[in-house]
């Protein structure tokens, strides 16, 4: 990867982080896979997914609305190219930034996680458990529309001027694996919070176990189940740092067995607790005044 790309690439997931922590905002880069170069996609897959519980739940069962709702915000970005805020199939109101550079589309930010003004009549229709995470993870006090506007505004604006590193054809020239890869991305990053297997997957994608592996590990330099542990460390560390959820509720949300379970795995991944790293970075968060040495 060129070194001014990986500097705008640098640039936006520090951005995208401080927003999350300073903020505490629920935001997801959506809609690029497959409209963006591989190595683009690759280093930004960790926010290319809603990261709210609630989102995960739905997209157990409901998979194909939040698909058909990406067709519909699309078309809607296209018609006006400019941010709104909308309600999606699961009643979760979001804001949507459009990212269309040159009148092609890229995909858009969203700020989501948050409950919808009016009730959603689709919500009838959802088991009671759904329902219940629907309360429990949603956030009631909505941001101004001008608030986020500006917030976001250099992080539009650094995802439109990657658009000018590349051109916007490279994806119709991309191998039919190298599309596959990237449908395996998409898939792990919106599934990861679910008790995935390599059978699962592989019967929702409809290839084999073992050419999918194959693929990924070609490309990635490691196994699709090792990625998806990845990615799950990542979010326990975004949520250690930036909420005060227990270590039992980032377990459950993670998908761990029990809390003990996540501290082992967390603790030989980065050799520390989930206790001892949320203490950490609060420390570097905020460090400690230091007596005078006067």
């Known amino acids: 990867m060129e070194k001014h790309i990986l500097e705008v690439l640098r640039e936006i997931k520090a951005y995208i982080k401080y927003l999350i922590f300073h903020f505490k905002l629920d935001i997801a880069l959506c809609g690029f896979y497959g409209n963006i170069p591989i190595e683009l ?53 979001e804001y949507i930034v459009p990212i269309i550079e040159k009148n092609v589309y890229y995909g858009f930010i969203s700020v989501t996680g948050y409950l919808a003004p009016k009730p959603h009549s689709a919500l009838t229709n959802y088991k009671t458990n759904n329902q219940q995470a629907y309360k429990k993870f949603l956030k009631a006090e909505i941001p101004s529309e001008d608030f986020l506007k500006t917030l976001l505004a250099p992080l539009k604006n650094s995802l439109k001027l990657l658009t000018y590193y590349y051109d916007a054809n490279v994806i119709e020239t991309q191998k039919k694996e190298d599309c596959l890869y990237q449908s395996i991305l998409q898939y792990v990053s919106e599934n990861y919070l679910l008790p995935l297997t390599m059978t699962v997957i592989a019967e929702d994608l409809h290839y084999s176990a073992s050419y999918l592996s194959h693929i990924f590990k070609e490309r990635n330099k490691q196994s699709i189940m090792q990625y998806v542990h990845q ?18 509720e980032i377990s459950e949300l993670l998908g761990f067995q ?10 030989k991944s980065t050799g520390m607790s989930p206790r001892a ?11 400690p005044i230091l007596p005078s040495e006067t």
Do not use: W
């Not at 990406?70 to 809607?76: A, P, Q």
């Not at 560390?237 to 270590?247: A, G, P, Q, W």
């Not at 790293?277 to 460090?287: I, K, N, T």
């Open 41 to 93: 996609s690759d280093y930004l897959s960790e926010f290319m997914i809603h990261p709210n519980p609630y989102c995960q739940k739905m997209k157990a069962t409901c998979m194909k609305s939040c698909l058909r709702q990406h067709v519909l915000v699309k078309k809607k970005a296209l018609r006006c190219e400019q941010p709104f805020f909308g309600a999606c199939y699961a009643g979760v109101y």
């Open 231 to 248: 990615l799950k460390i990542k979010k326990a560390k975004d949520f250690l740092r930036s909420t005060d959820k227990s270590i039992m």
């Open 258 to 267: 029990d809390s003990n379970y996540f501290t082992s795995v967390f603790k």
């Open 277 to 287: 790293f949320r203490a950490e970075q609060r420390r570097s968060a905020y460090p």
